[in-house]
């Protein structure tokens, strides 16, 4: 299936595709691209890191070109699942919305006719056209919504890491308590803290 992973800044989103990356890399039933279009804002910035990272020839560098590139993947690659990863898809998104979706159409459309999967990563506009049944990833991608981590959450952050390298925590794990409450069980700043 397709997803779009949401969530605020420095929340995991990218480091949470750039595992599944990983795993996708090493499954033989899957062919993974990623993309980061976080410095992307125009379909030439797009079409031109596509060409660029993907290694892959686009007969023309348009939202059309894109979907004649990506039509034949599938016969480069027999018998796998193509998983198109996109990072931080906001300013492209947005400018594909005011252009009137040519490229994102075009995405529903690969995923509803070849073995081609999505899953995008974003924040405010990548949240706001998921709620839009206007636009086209409306009740296109199971989204999945990143936040604070709980406390247990936080707790093993802390903790587990530790252990591993075989330090024991003072205090009875007053330390870690004191870490997440500074934190707030937000995992940027989890970690941040706990490698200082």
């Known amino acids: 299936t397709n997803f779009a992973i949401v969530g605020g800044r420095k929340i995991g989103k990218t480091s949470i595709l750039a595992r599944v990356f990983q795993l996708l ?46 039509t034949e993947l599938p016969a480069q690659y027999p018998a796998r699942t193509i998983v198109m990863l996109f990072d931080e898809i906001d300013g492209l998104l947005a400018q594909d919305i005011a252009q009137g979706e040519p490229l994102f159409r075009i995405l529903r459309a690969l995923a509803h006719e070849l073995p081609i999967r999505f899953v995008f990563c974003g924040e405010k506009v990548l949240n706001a056209s998921l709620r839009d049944a206007n636009l086209a990833l409306f009740n296109f991608c199971n989204p999945m919504t990143l936040s604070y981590l709980t406390r247990d959450e936080a707790r093993r952050v802390v903790v587990d890491p530790m252990q591993e390298m075989d330090i024991v925590l003072e205090e009875d794990g007053d330390l870690a308590d004191q870490i997440i409450t500074l934190a707030a069980c937000h995992p940027n700043i989890v970690q941040y803290l706990c490698q200082k």
């Open 25 to 70: 890399q090493d499954a033989p039933e899957y062919h993974p691209f990623y993309l980061d279009c976080q410095a992307i804002q125009s379909y030439e910035g797009f079409f031109e890191a596509v060409d660029t990272m993907w290694r892959v020839a686009l007969p023309a560098r348009t939202p059309e070109g894109f979907r004649r590139m990506a």
